[in-house]
């Protein structure tokens, strides 16, 4: 049956073009095996098996020469003529599944859409408009095609990204948690979304104060993981996030600006007004990256405490406050013996706080305080009283300064025990 719009002179042209595609299918499957390897060997596409590559071919150009003489009724098949069956090969899947460019899932029917077109072509007989009509016809047929490859690879490529982000988040959560892990079962995991596990890792978390609309963590997501995958192209990184906190296990054997550089420098613009950034220690390999996870969150929550928004806070730049935010016996008997009897006195706790910030310097720390420099000093007598050290002794100050820390670890605690700024928690939801 003729398809619908078309003259007796095409349709009886389409017609014998279909019989001479259906004669001539072995011969042009052959034509495009012998091209299809020679264009695999010069690198630019995937290698097939020859046998395939002639299956696939004369499977294509059958299913060519019946769309040529044979539509049926609207609704019964896509547009072009093809029959409502899957697509002509598994190859986009194929494609999909290692990880190859979206344009190998095509590009061999794109070949073989020259190889027919040629023959049709070299072998013409009719007018220009029957020849016209004829490659048109073809043109949807393959178009046809194509695009059930594409649905192909898509719809696979879907499937196993979200295995993927599955399996990435299951690894990451387990050594987020603390226990220790077996190294083999995280290298079997790991190789399986084809990450190197012996190579060295490093944890960064992130966080967006104000919480943000699905929107602003789109956006502030879509600028931290440009940075990361900069610095990382093969793109080996372990990732768990929730809206407005984001932690990654990101490689650091890389050539280039090291990781911190690159996150500084973004922080450096617009997102570091809203954005709290710190890195852990490097873990020598995955299966011990689990320590970096928790000094990364750890110093985020810190950093949050201070209000350093817009920089990097590493972990060994807060390990004091890290190890007393995780030992609360130590930090109570720090309060205790050293400033507790400041704790009822916020004004003498601002005034040693400050002090200490202005590197003991009496004046500077009147005009931070917005005060007589009489006053701060009184204020420094009863705190000498009151803790028995001398204010004037860098090792009693030193002193008391690692009790301030400790009380700042205990009211983050307090915080955490709120469900304000539990990190992990969060992650874990």
Same mark, same amino acid.
């Given at each position: 049956?003729?398809?619908?719009?078309?003259?007796?002179?095409?349709?009886?042209?389409?017609?014998?073009?279909? &019989? $001479? #595609?259906? =004669?001539?299918?072995?011969?042009?499957?052959?034509?495009?095996?012998? %091209?299809?390897?020679?264009? +695999? *060997?010069?690198?630019?596409?995937?290698?097939?098996?020859?046998?395939?590559?002639?299956?696939?071919?004369?499977?294509?150009?059958?299913?060519?020469?019946?769309?040529?003489?044979?539509?049926?009724?609207?609704?019964?098949?896509?547009?072009?003529?093809?029959?409502?069956?899957?697509?002509?090969?598994?190859?986009?899947?194929?494609?999909?599944?290692?990880?190859?460019?979206?344009?190998?899932?095509?590009?061999?029917?794109?070949?073989?859409?020259?190889?027919?077109?040629?023959?049709?072509?070299?072998?013409?007989?009719?007018?220009?408009?029957?020849?016209?009509?004829?490659?048109?016809?073809?043109?949807?047929?393959?178009?046809?095609?194509?695009? &059930? $490859? #594409?649905? =192909?690879?898509?719809?696979?490529?879907?499937?196993?990204?979200?295995? %993927?982000?599955?399996?990435? +988040? *299951?690894?990451?959560?387990?050594?987020?948690?603390?226990?220790?892990?077996?190294?083999?079962?995280?290298?079997?995991?790991?190789?399986?979304?084809?990450?190197?596990?012996?190579?060295?890792?490093?944890?960064?978390?992130?966080?967006?104060?104000?919480?943000?609309?699905?929107?602003?963590?789109?956006?502030?997501?879509?600028?931290?993981?440009?940075?990361?995958?900069?610095?990382?192209?093969?793109?080996?990184?372990?990732?768990?996030?929730?809206?407005?906190?984001?932690?990654?296990?990101?490689?650091?054997?890389?050539?280039?600006?090291?990781?911190?550089?690159?996150?500084?420098?973004?922080?450096?613009?617009?997102?570091?007004?809203?954005?709290?950034?710190?890195?852990?220690?490097?873990?020598?390999?995955?299966?011990?990256?689990?320590?970096?996870?928790?000094?990364?969150?750890?110093?985020?929550?810190?950093?949050?405490?201070?209000?350093?928004?817009?920089?990097?806070?590493?972990?060994?730049?807060?390990?004091?406050?890290?190890?007393?935010?995780?030992?609360?016996?130590?930090?109570?008997?720090?309060?205790?013996?050293?400033?507790?009897?400041?704790?009822?006195?916020?004004?003498?706790?601002?005034?040693?706080?400050?002090?200490?910030?202005?590197?003991?310097?009496?004046?500077?720390?009147?005009?931070?305080?917005?005060?007589?420099?009489?006053?701060?000093?009184?204020?420094?007598?009863?705190?000498?009283?009151?803790?028995?050290?001398?204010?004037?002794?860098?090792?009693?100050?030193?002193?008391?300064?690692?009790?301030?820390?400790?009380?700042?670890?205990?009211?983050?605690?307090?915080?955490?025990?709120?469900?304000?700024?539990?990190?992990?928690?969060?992650?874990?939801?």
């Amino acid at each position: 049956m003729a398809p619908s719009g078309t003259s007796h002179a095409t349709a009886d042209h389409m017609t014998a073009v279909s &019989r $001479e #595609l259906s =004669s001539a299918s072995t011969a042009l499957a052959n034509e495009f095996v012998r %091209q299809y390897v020679s264009t +695999t *060997d010069s690198g630019s596409v995937d290698r097939q098996a020859p046998v395939e590559a002639f299956e696939m071919a004369v499977h294509v150009i059958d299913l060519c020469a019946n769309g040529l003489v044979d539509r049926p009724p609207s609704g019964g098949t896509p547009p072009g003529g093809m029959p409502a069956t899957g697509p002509p090969s598994g190859r986009g899947a194929r494609m999909a599944l290692q990880g190859k460019p979206v344009a190998e899932a095509v590009e061999w029917l794109r070949l073989l859409e020259r190889v027919v077109t040629d023959h049709v072509l070299a072998h013409a007989t009719g007018g220009m408009d029957e020849i016209r009509a004829v490659l048109g016809r073809l043109a949807e047929l393959f178009d046809v095609l194509c695009t &059930r $490859e #594409l649905e =192909s690879f898509t719809a696979t490529y879907n499937e196993l990204a979200g295995w %993927q982000a599955r399996v990435s +988040t *299951d690894l990451l959560s387990c050594l987020i948690a603390g226990p220790v892990v077996d190294a083999s079962t995280v290298n079997d995991q790991a190789r399986m979304l084809n990450i190197n596990p012996h190579q060295r890792f490093r944890a960064v978390a992130a966080y967006h104060d104000p919480a943000p609309t699905s929107q602003q963590w789109v956006r502030a997501r879509r600028r931290i993981m440009e940075v990361l995958w900069r610095h990382d192209p093969r793109r080996e990184i372990l990732l768990r996030e929730r809206r407005g906190l984001l932690l990654a296990l990101v490689p650091i054997e890389r050539e280039g600006p090291g990781l911190v550089d690159l996150l500084t420098t973004m922080l450096d613009g617009e997102p570091g007004r809203a954005l709290f950034v710190s890195a852990g220690e490097p873990g020598q390999s995955l299966s011990a990256a689990g320590h970096s996870c928790r000094q990364a969150l750890s110093a985020l929550e810190i950093s949050i405490y201070r209000d350093q928004r817009g920089q990097v806070t590493q972990c060994t730049d807060v390990i004091l406050e890290v190890l007393l935010a995780h030992n609360r016996w130590v930090s109570k008997r720090l309060i205790e013996t050293r400033i507790g009897q400041l704790v009822e006195k916020p004004h003498l706790l601002d005034t040693l706080r400050v002090y200490i910030a202005c590197d003991m310097a009496l004046q500077r720390t009147a005009e931070e305080l917005v005060v007589h420099p009489n006053t701060v000093a009184y204020r420094l007598r009863q705190i000498a009283t009151l803790t028995g050290r001398d204010m004037r002794r860098i090792t009693d100050i030193g002193d008391l300064n690692v009790a301030l820390m400790a009380f700042d670890a205990i009211q983050m605690r307090r915080d955490r025990e709120e469900a304000r700024t539990d990190l992990r928690a969060r992650l874990f939801a």
